[in-house]
């Protein structure tokens, strides 16, 4: 049945089921035709996921079952590399460095920026120049921080030790020392705590002015309104800095590469900086070992879910949402 | 628990509002989307004197210790190789000859040249590729769009090692590996963080606005082209500007898939001077530090020229990692 019922005027004697069709009808029509345009604007996400995201995973799950080195075939090893992983003394050391590093690193970094927005919030119209002094390291690519480190933390003449010895303190060989190598990557590493701040300063100042009146009316002190207003509201914030911040933290990588490994570095001691990520990066890419960087990478995605499933299980408990009963 | 559908005063669009997505990684939604206005309300609260001098004095503190770093490398930049540790705020001997040295001692000028080409290139493709995937997800409504738009999300949790190396293996068989379009190709594809930030843009714009264009007889592609984007472009700068920041600092990509000193983007080049003129090296951490300058510089310009758009977009969103 063609529409000639959507001729004007030729409604008037069509009986009400027809036209509830051709309506029917017609709008499956504009859906199809929605979703078609819809696809085509999805489609270079999709195209993306699977060429770049979804045949990776599964490649790569398959890779860490084989022994690959790029030049001959896959050879398939089963488990052999996980197996492998677990043996592996420098596997136990990088794992051991990072979760060093972020255990220690990301609670500074969480109060660091929890300081720095305090300030900020408390400082009137100051604090726009100095959210710009606080944010400016953050652009630095992490290459030149790695230099800076390097640099301002060297054990004889760097600038670090030079001040604490104005205070009398032997300053030690951060860049050395494989006791201090890690200390001296996470005071780096706080350098650039610039966009936490920002967002905690956000949270801070999109707590309603009222909840501050009546905790006032209500007699409570700066203490009491810090725990029962300030941090319940700013919750969801420091929740998301600490997750990022951990997920970035475990994949730790690019001022300790650039200090400590590449080529011809092998003055430093740099077992101490070897972190996860830097390893699986020169099973990789300097040893070709692809079947076992794969394992590598699996594994690390694996504690990265567990680590974060974790977290999202605390908070549940921890985190205050507004609109939630 | 979605703080995701920012919630403007839209005139009520005449079909249902978008529906909540459920199955939002929990991470994605953790930041309810901020009141970035308040950022720039100056102090809200009356406080007392005391308490704002105490922020004044603590904050010019510790300004000096964020800002050091960069006064010491910009200063030792101009200090002969023998002065460079000596950690002098003025230098002792002023000197250009660094300046001068830098650009014989590697070849920066075409690190520069090569990192401009592969920035303009990733920012410029991510962005408008983002943006028609984000109004894909913001406009059209069809069955799974909560569930895909999930599993957009769910991809920002998934770590680069995983897929690493069968991207590298991509690359490699395409014969692309030493050259630089593995550094930005990908974002031909869009990028899930600005595909997450953009919708949330599209999704606070009038939907009647793009209904009544639709009956005027605009096709879909001038909806998104012509009205969309142009109303977008606060989000589309935030865009741009986060990409430039990450493609011109970005060390990983740059180890794995340049191979030749020619090919090198800033960062990859610093790295090689690390290597040559480090402690493992030849010592002249004079061009180290004059190449750091160099390459520290347009992230610095780019900040003071997009200042309100990083601040806007990190306070909203956070920083892509």
Known sequence: MTSTASRVGGGARQRPSDARQERERSRRRASRRNVRSALLFLSPWLIGFLVFTAWPMIYSAYLSLTDYDVINDPEFVGLANYAEMATDPKILLALGNTAFFTVVQVPLYVLVSLALALLLDRAGRASSFFRTVFFLPKMTPPVAVGVLFLLLFNGQNGLV???????????????????????????????????????????????????YESAKLDGAGFWRTSMSVTLPMISPALFFIIIVNTIAGLQTFDEAYTAFFGAGNTTYSNDAALFYVIYLFQQAFEFLHMGYASAMAWGLFLVIMIVTAIQLIVSRRLVYYEGER | MTGLDVDLPVGGPAAPGPKRDAALPAAATAV???????????????????????????????????????VWLVSASFKPRSEVFDNRLIPETFTFDN?????????????????????????????????????????????????????????????????????????????QVGTLTPLWAGNLFGSAFYIFLLRQFFLGLPRDLFEAARVDGASQWAVF?????????PA?????????????????????????TETFTVPRGLKSLVDAFGFGGEWH?????????????PMIIVFFLAQRQIIDGVASTGLKG
């Open chain 2, 99 to 175: 300046y001068v040295q830098v650009w014989q001692e590697a070849p920066l000028a075409l690190w520069l040249l090569n990192t401009v080409i592969v920035t303009v290139l990733a920012s410029v493709t991510v962005t408008i590729s983002s943006a028609m995937v984000a109004w894909g997800f913001a406009y059209f409504r069809f069955r799974g769009r909560g569930a895909l738009f999930g599993l957009v999300l769910a991809t920002m949790m998934l770590p680069g090692a995983v897929t690493m190396i069968p991207v590298f293996l991509i690359w490699n068989g395409l014969g």
């Open chain 1, 161 to 211: 030790n030079t001040v604490l010895g104005w205070f009398g303190i032997d300053g030690p060989a951060w860049t050395t020392d494989p006791a201090w190598v890690k200390p001296g990557l996470i005071f780096m590493s706080l350098w650039t705590v610039g966009a936490s701040v920002i967002i905690l300063l956000a949270a801070l100042r999109n707590v309603p002015e009222q909840l």
């Open chain 2, 236 to 260: 589309l700068a935030v865009t741009l500007v986060f990409e430039v920041q990450a493609v011109w600092t970005d060390l990983m990509r740059a180890l794995i898939y340049l191979r030749d």
């Open chain 2, 285 to 297: 951490w004079e061009i180290i530090v004059t190449a750091s300058v160099i390459t520290t510089i």
């Open chain 2, 32 to 70: 309810p989307p901020t009141d970035v206005e308040a950022l720039r309300r100056g102090g809200r609260r009356r406080r007392g004197k005391a308490t704002r001098l105490f922020a004044w004095v603590a904050l010019a503190l510790l300004g000096v210790v964020f800002v050091y770093p960069f």
């Open chain 2, 225 to 233: 082209w012509r009205i969309a984007l142009p109303l977008c472009k």
